[in-house]
Structures are given as C-alpha cells and as structure tokens.
C-alpha cells in the first residue's frame, strides 16, 4: 500500500532495441522477421535507434509505427504495452468531446511524510514527468451515441496509487454522472493506496463506493475496465463493483501479490493466478476485450445497459393517452 515503486517492475516495459542487433532488410509491419534474398547485413548499421521494439512476452520485433498504431499491441500476439492515460483516452472517445473536471487538483502533504525522498518531491518528480497533476484524468465526453462520465488511471504517476485526489476527483466524477444522469466509465490500474498519506488514502475506498451507491440507486449504468495491473485498495473498492466488470487480456488483478498470498497461505498457487483469464474463468469478470476492440464493446455494452433508462414515464404517458 504505497507508491509502489518496488511494484512498479513487475509492470512490463518498452525494451528498444538497439539498432545492431535488427537484421538487414527486416520489414516494418510484416509482423515476422525476414531477410530479402541478397541483402547484405551490413545495411543494419544505417537503421537509426529508437524505430523498433521488442515484444515483451515472444519477442518479436516490432515496428514502433505498427506498434503506435496498433494501440501498443503486439501485431504478432496480441500481447498488452502499457499505455498513458491520455493515449488511453484518444482511443475510446469521439474526436473533440472530452471537457476535463478537476485538472489543477493535486495531493498535499498532510501528514509531512519523510523517508528517502519526501512526498512533495515526488509529486513534483512524477508531475513533470507525465504532464497530469495526479494519478487519473476524469471528465465528460461523448462515445458513440453515448454521453459518459470517464475517468482514466495512470500507472506512471506514483505506480497509479489512490491518494485523496484520486478518490476525490472520481467522486466528483460519479456524482456528475449521477446528477447529469448519464454512464460512468471507469478505466483501473493501481498498486493501492497511497501510503504517502496514511487512512486518508483508505478513506477514498468507502467514499468512492459510497458515490457508486447513489449511482446504482440512480438506475444509471457503471462499467469498471480492470487493466494491468488493477490491485490491492483501488481492486477492494470501485474496481470490482461495477455492473459489469471487464478486462485486457493478461491483466493481473488480485487484492495482495502472489508472493504475499503464496508466502501466507504456504500453498502452491494454480498457473494463471491472478490474470484476467483466470479470474474470467472463475466468474469475478464478465468479459476480456482486447484494447483495440475496447472502444466498440463498451458502446455495445452502453446500448444494452441504457435500453429503456429513461423512457417508461413517457410511454404509460403515451398508453394513457390512446386509451
């Protein structure tokens, strides 16, 4: 329950390959590595760094506008880069129609937490280093036919930790979505609370919940997509209570690590802990939806979700009528 630096490796990374190590005449979106009869390996040297990347699970290479325009997946098997949170967004809504809440929110130090490095300072590290002022982006946009209440986590700010502003900006973001009486749309990735700031950082479990309440009360639809990787408080609390609860291929989701549970429990643990197909396999989600079908399946799933929310007052109006 901390920024979760130490967790933050078992986050699969981009590996660039170096320019050396790329065969002659390998060609960009063959999806396979092949050399064209004749050419002369020496044609590598001329290739410049930084135009390639290496699959982190077959270890294909792959080129990085195939990868960019495959929404970093692999083209070879499918397998999930991580991807910002203002990447995620331009993927899933409508060109233009996203009106942000809350931007300049950002943490304090409440409790004047020191170690090796204080918490302002590391707010301010990860600040300039992703652009956004905390751990997720909420707002407004448009999906199709579909108005929504999105918010999107970020991994790379403090290991996608829940502080109070995380949990108050997707409080905000909830009761908008209640008040304007549209879909909320919620996209996780986080190692947990933010230690940084103590049981404020846990507060934001039942207040999030809470919002979620008034929501499902309201008959208005939520939808958590659980990416990798989605654990410990933010999986305790609005992560795993949404009318549908879906999921990237291969994401590790879990409430503690397996180290922890396996050291715990003294018991083997079964291949696939803890994946998204593992968990989809035993009912705790409803779906697997690769990144680039996320956009169309969760408009699918907004039209079945929305028949009918706000039509039956006028339709015993139009009965009354005609009898």
């Given at each position: ?10 986050l ?23 050399l064209?009869?004749?050419e002369?390996?020496?044609r ?13 699970k ?7 506008k ?5 929404l970093?997946?692999c ?32 943490s304090v ?6 170690g090796?490095?204080?918490?302002p ?16 982006i ?42 304007g ?21 846990l507060m ?22 659980l ?21 990237e291929?291969?994401?590790m ?18 291949p696939g ?25 969760l408009i ?8 009918g929310?706000?039509k039956?007052k ?10």
């Amino acid at each position: 329950m901390s920024d979760l630096d130490d967790f933050s490796k078992t986050l699969p990374k981009l590996e660039t390959v170096d320019a050396e190590a790329i065969p002659g005449g390998l060609e960009p979106g063959s999806g396979s590595a092949k050399l064209k009869f004749g050419e002369s390996t020496g044609r590598k040297k001329n290739i410049p760094k930084g135009l390639w990347t290496k699959c982190g699970k077959c270890s294909e290479l792959i080129f990085d506008k195939d990868l960019d325009e495959n929404l970093k997946t692999c083209t070879s098997c499918g397998y999930h880069f991580p991807i910002s949170a203002r990447a995620r967004l331009e993927s899933l809504i409508d060109d233009g129609s996203f009106k942000e809440m809350d931007a300049g929110m950002a943490s304090v130090d409440v409790l004047k937490f020191t170690g090796v490095a204080s918490y302002p300072s590391k707010l301010e590290r990860y600040q300039e280093k992703t652009g956004e002022s905390d751990a997720v982006i909420t707002g407004v946009c448009q999906m199709g036919p579909h108005k929504v209440a999105l918010g999107i986590m970020d991994f790379s700010f403090l290991g996608g930790s829940m502080g109070s502003v995380v949990g108050e900006k997707l409080t905000r973001l909830i009761e908008a979505g209640t008040k304007g009486k549209i879909p909320v749309v919620i996209i996780s990735t986080s190692g947990g609370a933010r230690m940084y700031e103590g049981m404020f950082s846990l507060m934001q479990m039942a207040k999030t919940c809470g919002a979620l309440a008034y929501h499902a009360d309201a008959k208005l639809p939520y939808i958590s997509v659980l990416t990798h990787p989605t654990t410990a408080g933010v999986m305790a609390s609005y992560a795993s209570v949404g009318d549908l609860i879906i999921a990237e291929p291969g994401a590790m989701i879990g409430f503690a690590g397996p180290r922890v549970i396996k050291d715990t429990t003294q018991a083997e643990l079964p291949p696939g802990f803890q994946t998204a197909e593992f968990l989809m396999d035993r009912g705790m989600i409803d779906a697997i939806v690769p990144r680039n079908e996320m956009r169309d399946s969760l408009i699918g799933y907004l039209d079945f979700l929305s028949t009918g929310k706000t039509k039956p007052k006028a339709r015993r109006a139009a009965k009354k009528k005609a009898s």
